[in-house]
Structures are given as C-alpha cells and as structure tokens.
C-alpha cells in the first residue's frame, strides 16, 4: 500500500505521504504517522481488539496510555463502570465478599464509597469515558 501511494505523485522528488482523511484512525495514527512501516502493526492490532471489544474501550485505553501499548490491553481492562465509585464497590464485593456480607446493613449502607474510589484509582487504576484500567 505505502508503495502504492508513493508511485502516484511520481513527478515529485521528495514524495511526503500524509493522510488526510483520517477521522476514523485512533489517536496516534493520523497524518504521516500512518505511513511509518511499524505502524501498520500496531493499526492491525488496534483493529483487532475493536473486533473482539467495545471499540470505545480500546479508544478511551489509547486516550490513557499510548498506542504502543495495545499489547497490555487484555491484562489492563477492567471493564464498563458508571463511575468510579461503582468500580470500587463491586472490587471491595469481589476482593472480601464473605467479610463484606457479614457486615450487618447498617455499615455496608453507609461505607464511603467515593473516598475508597479516590485511593483506588490514586494508586493503580484509570477510568475514562466509562472503562476502567490497572495501571501497572
């Protein structure tokens, strides 16, 4: 392809290939990025985990990290959340669920979840348009 595109303006001598339509590549693969070889690689997989999640994951993970790291996509994603608190109640629910239902209504209706959400995500995790991600 990037051979293709440098044949047609053969009439020039220091052909510069930019893309100029690229409103549906991800953040990190518009204008003459696109045409560096090794980032035909990191386009497929990019394209890859869209087919396999929802494609507004792999952009909001790009948005927090970078497109070279799609590798750790698998292992990072945590899954869709309203918010960050959410994402810390079902994490305390799924890290000590027998501790946690022992508790009786009265503490469990009242833990502060917004205050364990912000040591969570100070220490480890992203949330961005709705995903949540390990950071390490």
């Known amino acids: ?14 052909r510069d290939l930019d893309a100029q339509d690229w409103e ?3 953040q990190g693969l518009d204008g003459d990025e696109l045409f560096l070889s090794d980032k035909w690689d990191v386009l497929k997989e990019y394209l890859e985990l869209c ?3 929802d494609s507004d994951a792999v952009d909001a ?9 799609l590798d750790r996509f698998e292992e990072r994603y945590q899954g869709e959340y309203d918010s960050e608190e959410d994402f810390a109640q079902q994490l305390v629910e799924d890290c000590y669920c027998d501790d946690f239902r022992g508790m009786s209504d009265l503490i469990r209706n009242n833990i502060d979840w917004r205050g364990i959400a912000r040591e969570i995500f100070m220490d480890g995790y992203e949330y961005e348009d709705g995903f949540v991600f390990y950071r390490r």
Do not use: G, H, Q, T
């Open 61 to 69: 993970y790009v948005s927090c990290f970078d497109m070279d790291c």
């Open 1 to 14: 392809f990037v051979n293709f595109c440098k044949a047609i303006p053969a009439d020039e001598e220091d």
């Open 24 to 26: 549906c590549l991800p």
């Open 51 to 53: 087919d396999r999640y």
